[in-house]
């Protein structure tokens, strides 16, 4: 079995734009399970003004539906993070311990607004290295500064900060731009590791098809180290070699 491992997936029903459904989350693990993934962590939203989860609201969400997987067979083992939106109310959040870091506590999964990144955002990443915490930076190709020049993102990845691939945008799910920069990213090595980032059962075709992609252009070996060794490596809080 491949061991795959996905870091970034919005299984949890009713809690943002992910799963509308029990029924809807349930399905989306089947078939990420039928892909290769022992693992799956769930990743809803925590940003203020459009998904106002705290951290009680996210554990409660991914709790509730723990009875829901129990004794079913045919889906991975679970996790609860969140996709914590990097602005001044969630970065204080993570400050004071009411985020929802990856299990272990070592890193966390990070976005930000699609124009670009903030002016303080190296100095932020510092912080949060510096408390021994990885900040795990999601879809980096959809970000709009990121189409024209990858270099103020290089700076993030060599301080230390890890970067994670949408697998789907190979197949096509969001456009030419982005799927032009996840090539130019992975082909300078700048990606730590992949994800489904799937929010309905659907999506999970696209992520098939990204992986094919990946397999087929960068052989066997490349598609495990985004989709095991990678994301074991983050969840242990080091990059991967």
Not at 129 to 153: C, N, Q, S, T
Not at 158 to 183: I, T
Request: glycine share 8%; aromatic share 10%.
């Amino acid at each position: 079995m491949p061991g795959f491992v996905d870091l970034h997936c919005h299984w949890v029903a009713r809690i943002d734009d992910g799963a509308p459904s029990v029924a809807a989350g349930l399905e989306m693990l089947a078939a990420l399970s039928q892909l290769g993934f022992d693992r799956v962590i769930a990743t809803p939203h925590m940003r203020p003004g459009l998904f106002d989860n705290t951290r009680e609201d996210l554990v409660s969400a991914y709790e509730s539906m723990l009875p829901d997987l129990a004794g079913r067979a045919g889906l991975p083992e679970v996790g609860l993070a969140s996709e914590h939106y990097f602005d001044d109310v969630v970065f204080r959040r993570i400050l004071d311990g009411q985020a929802v870091p990856y299990p272990e506590n070592h890193a966390i999964l990070l976005e930000f607004y699609e124009v670009g990144f903030p002016i303080t955002v190296e100095q932020r990443l510092s912080d949060l290295l510096g408390r021994r915490m990885l900040p795990v930076i999601a879809h980096p190709e959809r970000y709009h500064a990121l189409w024209k020049d990858a270099a103020p993102f290089e700076r993030i990845v060599d301080m230390g900060c890890a970067a994670l691939l949408d697998v789907a945008v190979f197949a096509g799910k969001y456009g030419k731009q982005p799927r032009r920069c996840a090539e130019q990213l992975l082909e300078r090595g700048l990606y730590h590791a992949a994800c489904s980032d799937a929010h309905r059962p659907e999506d999970v075709r696209a992520v098939a098809q990204g992986m094919k992609w990946v397999e087929r252009h960068y052989g066997r070996d490349t598609l495990d180290y985004l989709f095991r060794e990678g994301p074991l490596a983050l969840l242990d809080g080091r990059l991967p070699d």
